[in-house]
């Protein structure tokens, strides 16, 4: 999520932008259950398929009248497709991705939503809401993290997932001097066990974000250094070990960007500052908004999918995009 400040500024900075995707497409049809439009990867120019390394296997812009609908920020995707993602005002999302014979996004099934609860099993409210990032630990339980009430809980399979009451999870101290919107936007299981995590805005010494490897009882710290005026939104672990890092950017004159990098898996140890290789890199024209969303699941010949989610932040001069590609190993 982004400070009231910041929306203040995207009414301008995206005027233009929005503007143009709506005249590229067509208008959404009034319904009570989900809609998504198709979206192009450079709307100026439909034949463009790859940014970076990355081969675009289509997009959606999702609209439903839900009350309650926005906000998407983590995202976890399994392999069979379902897709679940929290929200900015303390809900949880599901749905089935859709794909066509050609493997491309074409549209999502059987949407729900609820609230997240509490540990005495009440909805969310107020500070306590602000889900940003989410992850599917191996055995089936999910890990979300919260901003303003900076913590991280674990939602237990045995007693609903996103659905139930969760437990307190381990989160690095240090997080409590993050700024209220600027804390844990990113987790993801690594290979040996251990929870990566990221603050947005939060530095250490030098400038690198802070980062924490969580684990065995032990809490590491680590930076992580990107682009300037980067900040990260989301990590996900690839099968390898490596680890993919979304990072987004906001100016008033210079709208959205964003920045999709990779760490290797044996890189990645306490004490140390990470600095990513460049996979993909997105500026106008190509389809960007304020991406904080990102999973990694593999195809069914066994190549990397990666899936790219945009958070609204409620405001209607913003989208809800849901953007797949194909990893070029």
């Given at each position: 999520?982004?400070?009231?400040?910041?929306?203040?500024?995207?009414?301008?900075?995206?005027?233009?932008?929005?503007?143009?995707?709506?005249?590229?497409?067509?208008?959404?049809?009034?319904?009570?259950?989900?809609?998504?439009?198709?979206?192009?990867?450079?709307?100026?120019?439909?034949?463009?398929?790859?940014?970076?390394?990355?081969?675009?296997?289509?997009?959606?812009?999702?609209?439903?009248?839900?009350?309650?609908?926005?906000?998407?920020?983590?995202?976890?995707?399994?392999?069979?497709?379902?897709?679940?993602?929290?929200?900015?005002?303390?809900?949880?999302?599901?749905?089935?991705?859709?794909?066509?014979?050609?493997?491309?996004?074409?549209?999502?099934?059987?949407?729900?939503?609820?609230?997240?609860?509490?540990?005495?099993g009440r909805p969310l409210q107020g500070q306590w809401r602000d889900a940003e990032a989410l992850e599917r630990?191996?055995?089936?339980?999910?890990?979300?993290?919260?901003?303003?009430?900076?913590?991280?809980?674990?939602?237990?399979?045995?007693?609903?997932?996103?659905?139930?009451?969760?437990?307190?999870?381990?989160?690095?101290?240090?997080?409590?001097?993050?700024?209220?919107?600027?804390?844990?936007?990113?987790?993801?299981?690594?290979?040996?066990?251990?929870?990566?995590?990221?603050?947005?805005?939060?530095?250490?010494?030098?400038?690198?974000?802070?980062?924490?490897?969580?684990?065995?009882?032990?809490?590491?710290?680590?930076?992580?250094?990107?682009?300037?005026?980067?900040?990260?939104?989301?990590?996900?672990?690839?099968?390898?070990?490596?680890?993919?890092?979304?990072?987004?950017?906001?100016?008033?004159l210079g709208g959205f960007k964003a920045r999709l990098e990779r760490i290797p898996a044996g890189a990645i140890?306490?004490?140390?500052?990470?600095?990513?290789?460049?996979?993909?890199?997105?500026?106008?024209?190509?389809?960007?908004?304020?991406?904080?969303?990102?999973?990694?699941?593999?195809?069914?010949?066994?190549?990397?999918?990666?899936?790219?989610?945009?958070?609204?932040?409620?405001?209607?001069?913003?989208?809800?995009?849901?953007?797949?590609f194909r990893l070029d190993e």
């Amino acid at each position: 999520m982004m400070g009231g400040r910041s929306l203040v500024r995207i009414v301008v900075a995206v005027a233009m932008a929005s503007a143009m995707a709506l005249a590229c497409g067509d208008a959404f049809a009034a319904s009570a259950s989900l809609s998504s439009r198709p979206v192009a990867l450079d709307p100026t120019d439909r034949t463009v398929r790859q940014v970076g390394r990355l081969h675009f296997l289509g997009g959606l812009d999702l609209r439903w009248n839900k009350p309650g609908f926005g906000g998407l920020s983590g995202l976890s995707v399994s392999v069979d497709g379902q897709l679940t993602a929290v929200t900015d005002r303390g809900q949880w999302f599901s749905a089935h991705i859709v794909r066509d014979d050609a493997g491309r996004l074409v549209g999502l099934a059987d949407a729900a939503m609820g609230p997240l609860l509490d540990a005495e099993g009440r909805p969310l409210q107020g500070q306590w809401r602000d889900a940003e990032a989410l992850e599917r630990l191996p055995g089936g339980d999910r890990l979300v993290s919260f901003e303003q009430r900076h913590r991280v809980w674990r939602y237990p399979l045995e007693t609903g997932g996103l659905k139930g009451r969760p437990v307190p999870y381990p989160a690095p101290k240090g997080i409590a001097a993050a700024p209220d919107n600027g804390g844990l936007e990113a987790l993801t299981p690594l290979a040996d066990g251990r929870i990566l995590m990221l603050a947005e805005s939060l530095k250490r010494t030098g400038g690198a974000r802070a980062g924490w490897l969580v684990g065995d009882g032990k809490v590491d710290t680590f930076g992580y250094r990107t682009a300037r005026d980067f900040k990260p939104t989301d990590a996900a672990t690839l099968p390898n070990g490596d680890v993919l890092v979304l990072s987004r950017y906001f100016k008033l004159l210079g709208g959205f960007k964003a920045r999709l990098e990779r760490i290797p898996a044996g890189a990645i140890e306490g004490g140390t500052v990470l600095k990513g290789e460049l996979l993909a890199r997105f500026t106008p024209p190509l389809t960007v908004d304020n991406f904080e969303g990102l999973a990694v699941t593999h195809d069914t010949d066994g190549g990397t999918l990666v899936y790219i989610l945009s958070d609204d932040n409620f405001h209607f001069l913003q989208r809800t995009l849901l953007l797949l590609f194909r990893l070029d190993e």
